[in-house]
């Protein structure tokens, strides 16, 4: 089952990355030492095809360390085209039991991701975002 689910993953990827989905997407979501969030398109007609499109939860096979690359997620079933990238040194352990399943890593250029801007914070009512 995990072999079918990975082939999945790896299949829904490869159609938002060759079609295009994530090119100029903007991080809209920097908490640091934390996370950045990206993957909402600013294109309407291109956001909508998977606006409903829920990616099936698969198993934490690896811990949520620092550079990894996770789907969010509302809860299970839930995941989307939001992705983020962990930033905290230390990493973020907690959520592998929350269900966050790394399913790939940034293995260069994770100083460029400490330097995205962070000044809205979360949305509202929580922040400024």
Request: net charge negative; no cysteine; charged share 5%.
């Given at each position: 089952q995990s072999h079918l689910f990975f082939f999945f993953l790896q299949t829904v990827l490869?159609?938002?990355?060759?079609?295009?989905?994530?090119?100029d997407c903007r991080f809209f979501r920097v908490l640091p030492g934390?996370?950045?969030?990206?993957g909402i398109n600013g294109d309407p007609s291109?956001?909508?095809k998977w606006r409903g499109a829920n990616i099936g939860d698969d198993p934490v096979k690896v811990s949520n360390t620092r550079g990894t690359v996770v789907f969010a997620t509302a809860g299970p079933n839930t995941r989307t085209t939001q992705i983020f990238i962990n930033t905290r040194d230390q990493g973020n352990g907690f959520l592998d039991r929350q269900g966050f399943?790394?399913?790939g890593e940034v293995i260069e250029g994770t100083d460029l991701v400490d330097k995205?801007?962070?000044?809205?914070?979360e949305g509202a009512p929580s922040g400024k975002g």
């Open positions: 490869q159609e938002l990355v060759t079609n295009g989905f994530y090119n934390f996370i950045a969030q990206f291109v956001m909508s399943s790394p399913f995205l801007y962070a000044g809205y914070g």
